[in-house]
Nanobody, 116 residues
């Protein structure tokens, strides 16, 4: 059974940090590009970060460049999103996705709330 399970969300003050994790199972994650998306209240789903299957290429949305870092541990089948200097605008449900030429899998999401 294919699963992507996100964890690590929560409530944090502005300027704080969180690290999200996405644990994959049921498929060969090594052949998939991994992505983090987010969707805040009333907004379109937004691509936050992406990392290639071998981990060499990373891309970030303009709103998170310099603050967020995506990484992967393919041996552990886990993808991470390190989020620093968080802002209230970062408040959203964060989703992990796995994509290749034939498949696109999604997790259920984890809530991140940035508020004082």
């Amino acid at each position: 059974q294919v699963q992507l399970v996100e964890s690590g969300g929560g409530l944090v003050q502005p300027g704080g940090s969180l690290r999200l994790s996405c644990a994959a199972s049921g498929f060969d994650v090594r052949t998939f590009t991994m992505n983090w998306y987010r969707q805040g209240g009333g907004k379109e789903r937004e691509l936050v970060a992406t990392i290639s299957s071998e981990g060499r290429r990373k891309n970030y949305g303009d709103s998170v460049k310099g603050r967020f870092t995506i990484s992967r541990d393919s041996a552990k089948k886990v993808v991470y999103l390190q989020m620093n200097n968080l802002k209230p605008d970062d408040t959203a449900v964060y989703y992990c996705s796995a994509r290749n030429s034939w498949r696109n899998y999604w997790g259920q999401g984890t809530q991140v709330t940035v508020s004082s």
